[in-house]
């Protein structure tokens, strides 16, 4: 008996990984370090402070972090390039400068890895940054919660049609309870913000959503995670289904989901199904709340170069590098192929004049410069490109000062990602 036990537990180690995810505190020293030039958990995130904060942002928080597994990918260099210096472009002003200057000076990228057939086409670090430097995802990290669901969703535990109150009970009796899962992964789910008072993230979710979760630390609230905000939610913004309205509640909402439905931690079923599987080559970390549930909307930390791996999963059907399936290959092909329910919604939603095409399951599907885009991106101009026909993938972090930027999501999506495209010889 006690051979069998240690041969599983080889066998377990060789699978994925030597670590299980482990719990963590902030980092004191770093507070104290902060606080004489006013930098505490209540306004780590104000956008001035992006330069510095939205780097290892776990730091800051209560978090988990998610060990990786023992086969990382390789970044062969691609007999391909791209010169970010000679390829003109223009501002929405008009007036024209090197992609690379747009880039750094006026969008405030700081890091870049470009993938095309699996190889490494470009690569840059800019604002003392360098390929292992975890850096905040915000909400590009939703399409790794709606990825991770989906496998889910696969092995039997749950399904989109399912409605939300069978697995939050707390949702009864709310304007989304009795409704399919899918509404809340396309953002349709219907409900109305609840606070009188716009939180700094405007139409996105509320401050009282803010503290339940402790995104700026353990605030004094009554409501403890995502569970105690969800039975609030009873006014409607729009009929469910309808349209497509953007609040990050609805994939704090899947990651509650998910966890429910497996009977075990959001944290170790990511590690175990993504992380220690897809072959990534750093520890990532993500910030939980008092009772250690992840806030699944936007606070994975992660190398650009994870970034980019996650996005070559996405692009290659689903598959790491190795050629296992990681994420489900129907999945994405039904996140690239929409339905009408998803344009319809995507019409009625407030980003339709930035470009054509849908939301879905955490991720936007764009038509930019004629071609289909898978797009994950977060506030301040994290995101993640993927063209599949081509296997081009573009990872990208940044720390645009503006949150909800019309204009930085114009330029990234109208001239940064198609010049990048075109400029790879």
Not at 239 to 259: P, V
């Amino acid at each position: 008996m006690k051979k069998s036990i240690v041969a599983l537990s080889l066998a377990l180690t060789t699978v994925f990984g030597a670590q299980a995810a482990t719990y963590h505190g902030p980092d004191k020293a770093y507070l104290e370090q902060l606080a004489p030039n006013g930098i505490t958990q209540a306004n780590w995130d104000d956008a001035e402070y992006g330069s510095m904060m939205y780097i290892d942002s776990h730091k800051i928080s209560d978090h988990a972090k998610i060990y990786k597994g023992d086969n990382g990918r390789s970044f062969d260099k691609s007999d391909k390039s791209i010169d970010l210096n000679a390829i003109m472009v223009a501002d929405i002003d008009g007036v024209p400068l090197p992609l690379n200057d747009l880039l750094r000076d006026r969008l405030f990228n700081r890091s870049m890895v470009v993938l095309q057939d699996v190889k490494m086409v470009h690569e840059h670090y800019w604002s003392g940054t360098n390929k292992e430097t975890l850096q905040l995802t915000w909400s590009a990290g939703k399409s790794m919660t709606s990825s991770l669901l989906a496998i889910a969703v696969e092995e039997g535990y749950l399904k989109m049609t399912d409605p939300v109150e069978k697995y939050v009970p707390e949702a009864k009796g709310t304007v989304l309870g009795a409704y399919p899962i899918q509404y809340v992964a396309d953002m349709r789910s219907g409900f109305a913000l609840i606070d009188k008072v716009k939180s700094q993230y405007g139409d996105d979710w509320d401050a009282s959503m803010e503290d339940a979760i402790s995104w700026h630390g353990d605030v004094e609230t009554d409501w403890v995670g995502i569970k105690d905000y969800t039975p609030h939610l009873t006014k409607l913004s729009y009929k469910q289904g309808e349209k497509f309205e953007y609040h990050s509640y609805n994939t704090e909402l899947l990651g509650l989901i998910t966890s429910r439905a497996i009977g075990k931690t959001w944290v170790d079923y990511f590690e175990e199904k993504i992380w220690k599987q897809g072959q990534f080559n750093s520890d990532t970390t993500i910030m939980v709340d008092r009772e250690k549930t992840p806030i699944t909307s936007g606070a994975l930390t992660m190398t650009t170069r994870d970034f980019a791996t996650m996005g070559d999963i996405w692009a290659y059907d689903g598959k790491n590098q190795a050629g296992k399936q990681i994420i489900p290959k129907a999945f994405l092909d039904n996140v690239l192929a929409g339905n009408d329910e998803v344009r319809s919604a995507w019409t009625k939603g407030k980003e339709a004049e930035l470009a054509d095409g849908w939301y879905i399951d955490q991720f936007r599907v764009l038509n930019l410069g004629g071609e289909q885009w898978l797009i994950a991106v977060g506030v301040h101009g994290q995101i993640i490109a993927v063209n599949q026909e081509s296997k081009t993938v573009i990872a990208m972090f940044g720390n645009y000062n503006v949150g909800h930027s019309a204009r930085m999501a114009i330029d990234y999506f109208h001239t940064v990602i198609p010049a990048i495209k075109a400029g790879i010889k």
